[in-house]
């Protein structure tokens, strides 16, 4: 599942080499969400560690994220855990802009509708609209 969300950059983290053939690099978001503010950490790993080298800590930016989950037996208990993966960063203001992304260039899929209150917090359509104003004859 793809989403998006805009905020503030609160922190970002070095690049941490876990294994041989996996790294990864965390930020942290500022997002509001009402009277308090949100501090929600995304990870990018493998080749989108450096997509946030072009921004500082305060700029307004725009995540594209995958939400991934995954479970694994420790023990003889089954145990769970949750990643917000970001795949794309874009300055707030760019609006959707292709040119001033900093995702490698690469589209996203279909996305599921949104079902959050958050202004902030979205998923994309899933589906273009099915005619614009140009292509109707409505008189509204």
Known sequence: MAYDVTGRLHE????????EKF?????VLEVQDGQYP???KFQMVQDKTSLIDPFKM????????NLRGRGF?????????TN???WKIEPASAGGNA???YGGG???APRPAAQNQNPTLRAQPSAAPIASDDDNDLPF
């Open 58 to 65: 305060g700029d307004e930016v725009k995540v594209t994220f």
């Open 106 to 108: 690469q589209q996203a």
């Open 99 to 101: 040119g001033n992304s």
């Open 84 to 86: 917000l993966e970001a």
């Open 38 to 40: 949100e501090h929600i």
């Open 12 to 19: 970002i983290f070095d690049e941490q080499q876990v294994s």
């Open 23 to 27: 790294r990864k690099r965390e930020f």
């Open 73 to 81: 037996n420790k023990n003889g208990q089954m145990l769970y855990f």
